[in-house]
């Protein structure tokens, strides 16, 4: 059996990543799996330890950050959250082509890690776009709203740094295009 791809879909907020990743997983024969994301943040009541999240403490997470265990790690909001080296790797070596959905600072340390990934920039068709997006969520103050933005402008900065950048102006139309790029890359 062949190692599977390790796959990294990135791009800003409100571009559309988590709704295009959805699509790829509908069409199987991408032999897709996801990442599941390790965290040292209390489970939520319907969370299940392995399905939405790995949770350890934070010693257990730092540990894991000493020993060079995580692909990718940030602090975000008093907890960690991170990529365990070891789920993806089991993943890889049953054949599975594995999804990274992650922000652009960590997806640049698993390009480090790992120069052989498969890396997808998702763009918006215009920032003006992205931030009606971003806006038509009515779910953050002006302020956050503003941050998201600027952060946004400096990650699209980015996206010569990876493979392929693909525009999400429509979603089937760059599922369709990710799907090829995945097989083309198998």
Known sequence: MSKGLLIILSGPS???????????????????AYSISMTTRKPRPNEKEGVDYFF????????KIEKGELLEYAKFVG????????YVDEL???????????????ALQVMAKC????TIFLVPP????LE????????????VVKERLDKARK??????????????????????KIAQIIKENA
């Open 126 to 129: 215009s920032f003006e776009e």
């Open 79 to 86: 907890n960690y959250y991170g990529t365990p080296r070891f």
């Open 92 to 106: 890889l070596k049953e054949g599975k082509n594995v999804v990274l959905e992650i922000e652009v600072q960590g």
């Open 155 to 176: 990650e699209i900065a980015t996206k010569d740094e990876y493979k392929y950048v693909v525009e999400n102006d429509d979603v089937l139309l760059a599922k369709e």
């Open 132 to 143: 009606r997006r971003i806006r038509g969520r009515r779910t953050e103050a002006e302020e």
């Open 115 to 118: 120069p052989d990934a498969l």
């Open 56 to 63: 350890v403490s934070e010693k257990e997470f730092e540990d």
């Open 14 to 32: 409100g571009v559309g990543k988590g709704t295009v990743r959805q699509e790829l997983f509908k069409d199987e024969t991408l032999n897709l």
